[in-house]
Nanobody, 116 residues
């Protein structure tokens, strides 16, 4: 059973930084497409960023230029560096993986709260 475990969430002031991590037990981690999604109260779960196996990244418009997604295949770990955070970034952040067979997995989520 593949598990994704997020960490690094918490309370941060607007303009500050936070780094989220996601450790995966996926055996084919290096061949998986990975991503971060977020869900604010009363809203849908939305894409934040994705990164392909070769390392090509894609970002949602609200976070472009502020967030950076990266991966360390040797550590089976996905990261999200969040800079210049805003109150509207407040949400539960979820780690996501899709392996080469198309199977999808989600983490349990980590809360990020940005105070103004």
């Amino acid at each position: 059973q593949v598990q994704l475990v997020e960490s690094g969430g918490g309370l941060v002031q607007a303009g500050g930084s936070l780094r989220l991590s996601c450790v995966a037990s996926e055996p084919s981690f290096s061949l998986s497409t990975l991503g971060w999604y977020r869900q604010a109260p009363g809203k849908t779960r939305d894409l934040v960023a994705t990164i392909s196996p070769p390392g090509i990244s894609n970002y949602a418009d609200p976070v472009k230029g502020r967030f950076t997604i990266s991966r360390d295949n040797a550590k089976n770990t996905l990261y999200l560096q969040m800079n210049n955070v805003k109150p509207e970034d407040t949400a539960v952040y979820y780690c996501y993986s899709k392996n080469f067979g198309g199977k999808e997995y989600w983490g349990q989520g980590t809360q990020v709260t940005v105070s103004s």
